[in-house]
């Protein structure tokens, strides 16, 4: 690939198509580097690919993901067993706030405020204390 035809902008960064590599030429390319005593740049100028491109085709080589036999190949089949599906309730239940639920003292990391027209406004985990305040001054408007 010719770097004087490449479309680049005002800063000198490519801006025409990507180059396209197939598995073949990535692995060839990987198993350059691993010869002892090259670089990894010294191979990438070579194919004029940036060299933190192939270091990310040797993490894919060592996983086994450039396997030319494994890109083509159809996945194999597990096999399965298709058994009755659990049968779900199709209504849920409705907690209703009784006397004995009023008494229960909050949980930790719970914070309950109890309105005057009887509803209750609980908040469980990290509670954002802008978020609080805010919801605490549209309440006292009401």
Not at 40 to 68: C, D, M
Not at 83 to 91: D, S
Not at 115 to 137: E, F, P, Q, S
Request: hydrophobic residues 35%; glycine residues 8%; contains cysteine.
């Amino acid at each position: 690939m010719d770097t004087s035809s490449e479309a680049v902008d005002k800063l000198g960064r490519r801006t025409g198509p990507r180059q396209k590599h197939t598995i073949e030429e990535k692995r060839r390319i990987v198993e350059e580097t691993h010869v002892r005593g090259v670089s990894v740049a010294t191979v990438a100028r070579r194919h004029e690919v940036n060299a933190n491109q192939v270091f990310a085709w040797r993490q894919l080589y060592r996983r086994g993901l450039l396997e030319v036999s494994g890109a083509r190949s159809a996945p194999s089949m597990l096999p399965v067993t298709v058994t009755t599906p659990t049968v779900l309730p199709t209504e849920r239940g409705v907690k209703r706030v009784g006397v004995k639920d009023a008494a229960r003292p909050p949980r930790a990391g719970c914070i309950e405020i109890d309105l005057a027209n009887g509803r209750c406004i609980r908040m469980h985990g990290h509670v954002d204390a802008k978020v609080l305040a805010r919801v605490i001054a549209v309440l006292e408007r009401r």
